[in-house]
């Protein structure tokens, strides 16, 4: 089974933010660590005006593209 510290090691990952339903995503490129990770997020989520989520992108060996969700670890 891949780690969440795997996956953010060598994958594309974006944050994407916004107020409401509508958000931007851009792509990560600071340290690849959770905790910086979590807290770019922090600051993007302005205290809680805006709302924020980090996804790594990778793909299985089978060549399908899977989104997790860095905080959860969940598929998005």
Do not use: P, Q
């Not at 510290?5 to 933010?17: A, G, M, P, Q, Y």
């Not at 770019?40 to 997790?68: F, H, M, N, P």
């Amino acid at each position: 089974m891949i780690t969440i510290d795997k996956l953010i090691e060598t994958n594309e990952i974006r944050i994407v933010s916004g107020e409401g339903e509508v958000g931007t995503s851009e792509i990560y490129n600071g340290k690849r660590t959770i905790r910086a990770i979590k807290m770019r997020l922090s600051k993007e989520r302005c205290g809680g005006d805006r709302w924020a989520i980090a996804k790594v992108l990778y793909r299985t060996g089978e060549g399908v593209e899977v989104c997790v969700n860095i905080e959860t670890g969940e598929c998005c």
